[in-house]
Nanobody, 124 residues
Protein backbone atom coordinates (compact mmCIF):
# COMPACT_ATOMS: atom_id res chain seq x y z
CA UNK A 1 0.00 0.00 0.00
CA UNK A 2 1.34 3.39 -0.98
CA UNK A 3 1.67 5.98 1.74
CA UNK A 4 2.64 9.62 1.47
CA UNK A 5 3.18 11.55 4.68
CA UNK A 6 3.74 15.31 4.63
CA UNK A 7 5.36 17.26 7.43
CA UNK A 8 7.02 20.60 8.06
CA UNK A 9 4.10 22.98 7.93
CA UNK A 10 3.55 25.71 10.48
CA UNK A 11 3.09 29.39 11.16
CA UNK A 12 5.66 31.81 9.76
CA UNK A 13 5.87 35.54 9.19
CA UNK A 14 5.87 36.99 5.70
CA UNK A 15 9.34 36.79 4.21
CA UNK A 16 10.19 33.68 6.20
CA UNK A 17 10.93 30.15 5.08
CA UNK A 18 9.64 26.64 5.62
CA UNK A 19 10.67 23.25 4.27
CA UNK A 20 7.98 20.67 3.68
CA UNK A 21 8.77 16.97 3.46
CA UNK A 22 6.85 14.17 1.77
CA UNK A 23 7.96 10.71 2.85
CA UNK A 24 6.91 7.98 0.44
CA UNK A 25 6.60 4.28 1.20
CA UNK A 26 4.99 1.17 -0.14
CA UNK A 27 6.68 0.76 -3.49
CA UNK A 28 9.60 1.85 -5.63
CA UNK A 29 9.07 5.42 -6.73
CA UNK A 30 11.83 5.63 -9.31
CA UNK A 31 9.28 5.77 -12.15
CA UNK A 32 6.92 8.18 -10.44
CA UNK A 33 6.49 11.91 -10.64
CA UNK A 34 5.77 13.77 -7.44
CA UNK A 35 3.70 16.89 -7.20
CA UNK A 36 3.06 19.54 -4.58
CA UNK A 37 -0.36 21.18 -4.54
CA UNK A 38 -2.09 23.53 -2.15
CA UNK A 39 -5.64 24.32 -1.23
CA UNK A 40 -6.84 27.42 0.53
CA UNK A 41 -10.29 27.60 2.17
CA UNK A 42 -13.02 27.92 -0.41
CA UNK A 43 -10.62 27.40 -3.32
CA UNK A 44 -9.72 24.53 -5.57
CA UNK A 45 -6.54 22.56 -5.17
CA UNK A 46 -3.85 24.28 -7.21
CA UNK A 47 -0.55 23.15 -8.60
CA UNK A 48 2.61 24.37 -6.91
CA UNK A 49 5.53 22.26 -8.14
CA UNK A 50 6.37 18.85 -9.54
CA UNK A 51 9.43 16.66 -9.97
CA UNK A 52 10.23 13.53 -11.90
CA UNK A 53 11.75 11.02 -9.49
CA UNK A 54 13.60 9.37 -12.35
CA UNK A 55 15.52 12.30 -13.81
CA UNK A 56 14.86 15.24 -11.51
CA UNK A 57 12.99 17.33 -14.09
CA UNK A 58 11.02 20.07 -12.32
CA UNK A 59 8.12 22.40 -13.01
CA UNK A 60 6.80 25.32 -10.97
CA UNK A 61 3.70 27.44 -10.92
CA UNK A 62 4.44 31.02 -11.92
CA UNK A 63 3.29 32.23 -8.50
CA UNK A 64 6.11 30.36 -6.73
CA UNK A 65 8.86 30.32 -9.34
CA UNK A 66 12.08 31.71 -7.91
CA UNK A 67 10.84 31.31 -4.32
CA UNK A 68 10.10 27.58 -3.98
CA UNK A 69 12.41 24.68 -4.80
CA UNK A 70 11.49 21.00 -5.03
CA UNK A 71 14.14 18.35 -4.42
CA UNK A 72 14.43 14.69 -3.50
CA UNK A 73 16.48 12.34 -1.38
CA UNK A 74 16.47 8.94 -3.04
CA UNK A 75 17.94 7.17 -0.03
CA UNK A 76 15.13 8.43 2.17
CA UNK A 77 12.37 8.16 -0.45
CA UNK A 78 11.50 11.73 0.44
CA UNK A 79 10.60 14.78 -1.62
CA UNK A 80 11.05 18.29 -0.23
CA UNK A 81 9.54 21.67 -0.95
CA UNK A 82 11.75 24.51 0.21
CA UNK A 83 9.65 27.64 0.47
CA UNK A 84 11.41 31.00 0.79
CA UNK A 85 10.15 34.59 0.79
CA UNK A 86 6.75 33.39 1.89
CA UNK A 87 3.73 35.62 1.37
CA UNK A 88 0.33 35.66 3.11
CA UNK A 89 -1.22 34.38 -0.14
CA UNK A 90 0.84 31.20 0.23
CA UNK A 91 -1.34 30.25 3.20
CA UNK A 92 -3.00 26.90 2.46
CA UNK A 93 -2.96 23.21 3.19
CA UNK A 94 -0.13 21.70 1.16
CA UNK A 95 -0.44 18.20 -0.27
CA UNK A 96 2.00 15.93 -2.04
CA UNK A 97 0.86 13.51 -4.69
CA UNK A 98 2.40 10.72 -6.77
CA UNK A 99 1.59 9.40 -10.23
CA UNK A 100 3.28 7.25 -12.83
CA UNK A 101 0.88 7.64 -15.74
CA UNK A 102 2.45 10.67 -17.30
CA UNK A 103 5.54 12.82 -17.01
CA UNK A 104 5.45 15.65 -14.54
CA UNK A 105 1.95 17.08 -14.50
CA UNK A 106 0.09 20.12 -13.19
CA UNK A 107 -3.25 18.29 -13.19
CA UNK A 108 -4.33 17.13 -9.74
CA UNK A 109 -6.76 14.57 -11.19
CA UNK A 110 -3.90 12.59 -12.69
CA UNK A 111 -2.28 11.87 -9.34
CA UNK A 112 -2.96 8.42 -7.93
CA UNK A 113 -1.84 8.84 -4.35
CA UNK A 114 -2.07 11.72 -1.89
CA UNK A 115 -0.83 12.56 1.55
CA UNK A 116 -3.00 13.97 4.31
CA UNK A 117 -1.73 17.53 3.90
CA UNK A 118 0.13 19.96 6.13
CA UNK A 119 -1.03 23.46 7.05
CA UNK A 120 1.11 26.44 6.12
CA UNK A 121 0.07 29.81 7.53
CA UNK A 122 1.92 32.99 6.62
CA UNK A 123 1.15 36.04 8.72
CA UNK A 124 1.54 39.58 7.42
Amino acid sequence: QVQLVESGGGLVQAGGSLRLSCAASGRTFSTYSMGWFRQAPGKEREFVAAMSWRDGTTDYADSVKGRFTVSRDNAKNTVYLQMNSLKPEDTAVYFCGAQNLYGISRIAGLYLYWGQGTQVTVSS
